[in-house]
């Protein structure tokens, strides 16, 4: 966890490095950029595991899942069905989704993008 804060904190921070003066008396401030993108997953891999989570649910035929499969309208799921997957998919990316977010998880289309989008996801 320590290590997933650090790169979520690292992404977002300048830190100066040093200050100089110009020729001309200004001051020039450099800038050191530290980025941890390096870390995230790409889209694809996101996609591959969303679907195989997706896929492992006992009450889905693996066969109609795809990356754009609505979970109610085109898997027959209900809404406790939804909230399952979408606890699944937490375990598996290492997140927490909250309430609000997790409400608007109804497809795989959704749950990619939420998750590729996510700072934290691993």
Same mark, same amino acid.
């Given at each position: 966890?320590?290590?997933?804060?650090?790169?979520?904190? &690292?992404? $977002?921070?300048?830190?100066?490095?040093?200050?100089? &003066?110009?020729?001309?008396?200004?001051? &020039? /401030?450099? #800038?050191?950029?530290?980025?941890? $993108?390096? %870390? $995230?997953?790409?889209?694809?891999?996101?996609?591959?595991? #969303?679907? %195989?989570? +997706? !896929?492992?649910?006992? !009450? #889905?035929?693996?066969? !109609?899942? /795809?990356p754009e499969v609505h979970f109610e !309208?085109?898997?027959?799921? %209900?809404?406790?069905?939804? +909230?399952?997957?979408?606890?699944?998919?937490?375990?598996?990316?290492?997140l927490e989704i909250p309430d609000k977010?997790? +409400?608007?998880?109804?497809?795989?289309? $959704?749950?990619?993008e939420y998750i590729y989008s996510h700072?934290?996801?691993?």
């Amino acid at each position: 966890m320590a290590s997933a804060l650090r790169s979520a904190i &690292l992404r $977002h921070i300048r830190v100066p490095a040093t200050q100089a &003066l110009a020729a001309n008396g200004s001051r &020039l /401030t450099a #800038v050191r950029l530290m980025s941890s $993108h390096d %870390d $995230h997953i790409t889209k694809d891999e996101v996609i591959n595991r #969303v679907l %195989d989570v +997706v !896929k492992c649910f006992p !009450k #889905v035929d693996p066969s !109609k899942v /795809t990356p754009e499969v609505h979970f109610e !309208k085109d898997l027959g799921l %209900d809404s406790l069905d939804t +909230v399952e997957i979408v606890m699944a998919l937490e375990e598996e990316f290492k997140l927490e989704i909250p309430d609000k977010e997790a +409400v608007r998880i109804e497809s795989c289309e $959704h749950a990619i993008e939420y998750i590729y989008s996510h700072p934290m996801s691993s």
